[in-house]
């Protein structure tokens, strides 16, 4: 086995040669994992943030306490944008994986297609519908999103209506029931 003598390490797989089946097949495993990852990464992240809202909502109200309401109010906030950052990274990773299954001719029963339906609604995709694609306009295909494009999705939305619910629930322990700030 030839050694590269720039990095050190034997090359197995000559540049010049397409894929064959079983490595797209192996590459498109490793690509749903990841994006897997990073969705389960999204939902611990949620999870503990929605317990640590509930933990100090009922701290807040049981305490008497006004601030420690306005602390969990932020709660959604943080879930906002770690909401952005992860779609923002499994953007390129669902595009590799729609490259690969045209690659390996997967079109009727195509999982990042349905990625990019459930999580890239306003993306650039023609009414037609993703399958209808050439295998031009999926490499051409955008899904990395700038958080301005993405703070219009309906869960962003709903986060920012429970922040100003939550901030409006400060305001009312602090102003009508007079609860203490701290």
Request: charged fraction near 15%; glycine fraction near 6%.
């Amino acid at each position: 086995m030839p050694l590269n003598p720039l990095l050190r390490y034997a090359s197995f797989v000559d540049a010049h040669d397409t894929p064959d089946k079983e490595s797209m097949q192996l590459e498109l495993q490793e690509a749903i994992a990841t994006y897997r990852h990073w969705i389960s990464q999204l939902i611990q992240l949620v999870g503990f943030f929605l317990a640590a809202d509930g933990l100090l909502i009922g701290y807040g109200f049981s305490q008497r306490i006004a601030g420690i309401l306005l602390l969990a109010s932020f709660s959604p906030v943080f879930i906002l944008i770690m909401y952005l950052v992860i779609l923002t990274f499994a953007g390129p990773v669902v595009s590799l994986i729609l490259r690969i299954e045209r690659g390996l001719k997967i079109r009727e029963y195509s999982l990042g297609a349905t990625f990019v339906r459930v999580h890239y609604i306003r993306s650039e995709i023609p009414p037609s519908g993703i399958e209808n694609l050439t295998d031009e306009q999926v490499r051409g295909l955008n899904l990395t999103r700038s958080w301005r494009d993405s703070s219009l999705d309906p869960i962003p939305i709903i986060l920012y209506v429970c922040t100003v619910a939550q901030i409006g629930l400060f305001v009312v322990s602090l102003t009508v029931f007079h609860y203490r700030f701290m």
